[in-house]
């Protein structure tokens, strides 16, 4: 088969179930990811306006620092619920799944929390960051690593509305903890954390309340190798994510100052995180029903079909979401045109990368190497990038490196999900 007729527009036997099941799954969750969002960003934005640039900045450092922990702490736990759990057809399948990866997250999150406690100074010296804002850091981590788990583990048994009222709840709380702890005269960055800390507790236990059925003293050899067999890619992929996420921040802080490290997340604001608001929305639906071998090639033949007029329209909305953003955020937060691009055409690139991505992975083991190498070029791309780029252009530099990095991750999984699509149907 050609590589043009692999390419090929829907056909009719590819609109079916699934398809309506895939669209059924985004308008159940959709409207409550995007309220979640706008909830955080509104907490963000009045954050990043009264805390100002400095302290906003240090809020910054925290959450992508905890990127970093979260590699050790989740391992591929939050993959393999998803990934798993969605292959089972019966509850006592899925419980049984589900009860052995929870276990196992459980006792690993807590050894391997207490080494990341002990090793607390001469980790906090490699990262370059104080001692009390690492112990800010290792809270806040341990708290996303156990909602990461839930939330995952709730796409993977398909309880789809459930995910998105959660996601809600998290955005709402945020926002509603932040407004009152600032009432209270807290005016340093940890009001912000401290918010998020609280607000995940909060959605966790709505997670563990939806997944009550599923959770139970039961621990299965079978769910221990699948799991284990996950491990690998994850663990790889996970330190491309940390890469990716703590360069930046960690490189402007070294480098410049706290204050920039605010533009960073400003500039985010309105930019890759509003991306990951896309994808989040698609891919609460699409990874599990991509995890079928069946459907996978039609799902990779429509994603490049509207990627170019996706693109473009996600380009011009991130552009105008980026000029709002950082009108509302204020005055201390200079917008300049160049930087606007460079940031939307590296979040453009990030929704194209983190969509060939799930559907890499999601397909099978070989799947999910491959997406790791992905990984592996985004994080080191980044990572290069930033140790190029900021120290010659400054705070255009972080910008210059996410565009370096997203753009070689996205290029790396569509050629190799294209070519194994191609040699399969070709075989």
């Given at each position: ?134 112990l800010w850091c290792l809270f806040y981590t341990g708290l996303l690593a156990l909602y ?52 995940l507790v909060l959605a966790s236990l709505a997670c563990l309340y939806s997944l009550r ?64 608001l896309i994808f989040q929305t698609i891919n609460a639906v699409l990874s599990p029903l ?138």
């Open positions: 088969m050609r590589l043009a007729d692999s390419l090929r527009p829907f056909s009719s036997q590819e609109w079916g179930p699934n398809t309506e099941r895939l669209l059924r799954g985004l308008v159940s969750v959709g409207p409550f990811f995007i309220l979640a969002r706008a909830a955080t960003a509104g907490g963000q934005i009045l954050a990043g306006r009264w805390l100002g640039p400095t302290e906003f900045g240090l809020a910054t450092l925290v959450g992508s620092t905890s990127g970093i922990l979260l590699l050790p702490l989740s391992l591929g736990f939050p993959a393999s619920a998803v990934k798993f759990t969605a292959m089972e057809t019966t509850v006592e399948r899925r419980t049984a799944v589900l009860s052995t990866f929870f276990w196992l997250q459980l006792a690993w999150g807590a050894v391997c929390g207490a080494a990341l406690y002990l090793l607390r100074e001469p980790l906090g010296r490699a990262l370059h960051i104080a001692p009390a804002i690492y990461s788990f839930f939330s995952n583990a709730l796409q993977g048994a398909h309880l789809f509305g459930a995910r998105g009222k959660i996601e809600f709840l998290y955005g709402a709380a945020t926002l509603l903890l932040f407004l009152g702890g600032y009432r209270l005269a807290l005016r340093t960055f940890g009001v912000f954390i401290g918010a998020m800390d609280a607000a059925i599923y959770l139970r003293p039961v621990m299965t050899r079978e769910a221990v190798r699948a799991v284990a067999s996950y491990t690998p890619p994850s663990v790889l992929g996970g330190c491309a994510g940390a890469a990716l996420e703590g360069a930046a921040p960690l490189i402007l802080a070294a480098y410049l100052s706290p204050r920039e490290v605010g533009y960073f997340g400003a500039y985010m604001m309105g930019s890759l995180t509003v991306a990951m991509a995890s079928a071998p069946a459907r996978h090639a039609g799902v990779w033949r429509k994603f490049f079909v509207l990627s170019i007029p996706f693109s473009i329209a996600s380009f011009l909305l991130l552009c105008a979401s980026q000029a709002v953003m950082l009108k509302l955020i204020g005055k201390g937060y200079p917008i300049v045109p160049s930087w606007i691009c460079l940031f939307s055409a590296a979040s453009v690139f990030s929704l194209l990368y983190f969509c060939a991505l799930a559907m890499l992975s999601a397909r099978d083991a070989q799947g999910a190497w491959l997406g790791t190498g992905g990984a592996l070029v985004t994080g080191v791309g980044c990572l290069a990038g930033n140790l190029w780029a900021i120290p010659r252009f400054g705070f255009a530099g972080s910008a210059l490196a996410l565009l370096i990095g997203f753009g070689g991750g996205f290029l790396w999984c569509a050629f190799w999900g294209t070519y194994r699509l191609t040699k399969r149907e070709t075989a």
